[in-house]
Each structure stands twice: as C-alpha cells, then as structure tokens.
C-alpha cells in the first residue's frame, strides 16, 4: 500500500544549474548537479501529482512519469515557469538559478588579447519570488544552499519571499552528492531530517508539505 498524498494535484518544480551565455561557447554556471530536484520530481509523481520539471542542463535522465520542459537561462527558466503555472497546485523552486547574467552575450566567440577584460553582470529575475507574490499562487517552497548561519539565512529567505515552506542545507552537506542533510523550516518552526540518501529525503519533503497543504486547504 503506498499513500498517493498529492493524488490530483499539480506540481511545478525547477532544477539543475541555469547557463548564462558569455558567447556561443562560453558561459557562467555553477556545480548544482539537479539530483535533488530530480529526487523530488520523482517522489511527487509517486505521491499521484502531475509534475512538470523545469529543467537547467543537467546530464540526468528525465524522471518516469514527469513532464520535463529543458531551458538554460535564468529568463528562459521563469518563462517555461510561467507557462507551466496555470493550474499549478505547488511551486518547488530547486534550481540554483544564476543571480547575475552576463548584459549581453556576444554574437560570436569573444577573441582573446593581452588587454584585461571585464565581463558587465545584470541581476537574473528571482522566479520563486516572482511566483509567491503571484494573487493566484500555488503553495511554494523554496530551497536555501547556505555555506554558514542556515537558520538565520533560511528563515531571512523564507520571510523575504513570502514562501510557507524552505529546505535548507549547508552546501558541504549536498551540493553534487548522493545524500543530503536538510532542515525543514515553516511556520510552525524547524524541523531537521536525519542524512540521507536524496531520494529518501525527497519523500520526507513531499510528506511534509503534503501535510501542509491539507491543513492549508
Ligand atoms: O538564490 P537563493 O538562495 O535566493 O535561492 C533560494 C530559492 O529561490 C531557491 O528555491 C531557488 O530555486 C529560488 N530562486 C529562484 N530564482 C532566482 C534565485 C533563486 O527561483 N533568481
């Protein structure tokens, strides 16, 4: 017997790195593998939601039972988001989305000199942001991936964007591995999950917003 807790709902998950191009073979990007947005995409089809990935590159398959929408970009992540969205009944923002994007991407392969250069950034649109301050938001949560101070710097997050519900971890606890250390932060307070593999975690996550989202309801 398996529980289906999210049966009839939608989800909306984003994963993975973004891309900013610099020019046609460079780029900024950073080390977020995907696999715990991946985790979690998967551990809602199996909770009975509908769940549309959306998906930075990332070399993972696409999981079973998803409807995975790849982009690169931070501006083409929030518009396959905004797509995404009607009828969403949840938001899970996973992405390490890239704060900053080059102004513009050169044309064609940037040629180099001896001269120094400089590369001139513009803030990337925060989508999990954009998506709670939304009239018609679904339920969203968010993920924090901080080097020090997590509750401080979780529960500043939670607040700022408005969110319900955020996972925290420190990056040496998850970025890149198997397992991941988490702590689960709502109204109600903190609640820490024990190590565990990612796809163990996953599901602990989706238990607990699931309770959310009925009391919510
Ligand atoms: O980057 P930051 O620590 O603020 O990320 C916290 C949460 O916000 C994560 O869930 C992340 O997916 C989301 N986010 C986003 N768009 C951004 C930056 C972060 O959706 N531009």
Redesign the pocket.
Known sequence: FQPKPLAGRKVVL?AGPTFEAIDPVRGITNTSSGKMGYALAQACVRAGAEVVLVSGPTGLSVPVGTQRVDVRS?LQMRDAVMAALPGADVFI???????YRPVEAAEHKVKKSSAEMSLRLTP??????EVAARDDAPFCV????ESRDLDAYAEG?RRA?RLPMLVGNLVQDGLGSDDNQVILYDDAGRHPLERAPKTEVARKIVEHLAGLLTTAA
């Open positions: 984003t931070a923002g996973v992405a390490a989305v890239a704060d990337n649109p925060d989508i999990l942001a968010g993920f924090a991936a997050k964007k």
